[in-house]
């Protein structure tokens, strides 16, 4: 444990949602948030409703923003990679 975390007490007593059972509703749709990286700086912009976003959300973005985001394709490519690994190892020995 940090000094921080074991030194620091919160000036009041409200409830803090850090991803736990206590989700809230999202304010705006969370589908049209993206991340841009500008000048090393990572900044989440809004796409409005009245247009159409220029590319898709990525793995990140969903994952982020607490979307599901499991896909097949994910998975097909983690299970190619580990046979390719366990392939060449048994191929080495």
């Known amino acids: 444990m940090s000094w921080f975390s074991s030194h620091y007490k919160y000036h009041n007593e409200l409830r803090r949602n850090r991803g736990g059972p206590y989700k809230t509703e999202p304010a705006t749709d969370l589908s049209r948030w993206r991340l841009k990286c500008v ?12 247009s159409e976003p220029e ?39």
Do not use: M
């Not at 000048?39 to 009245?50: F, I, K, R, S, T």
């Not at 990140?60 to 499991?70: A, F």
């Open 39 to 50: 000048d090393g700086a990572q900044l989440w912009y809004y796409v409005p409703e009245g």
């Open 55 to 93: 590319r898709e959300q990525s793995l990140l973005e969903k994952h982020s923003l607490g979307i599901n985001c499991v896909s097949t394709d994910v998975y097909f490519i983690c299970s190619l990679v580990t046979v390719e690994f366990a392939l060449s190892c048994y191929l080495k020995s």
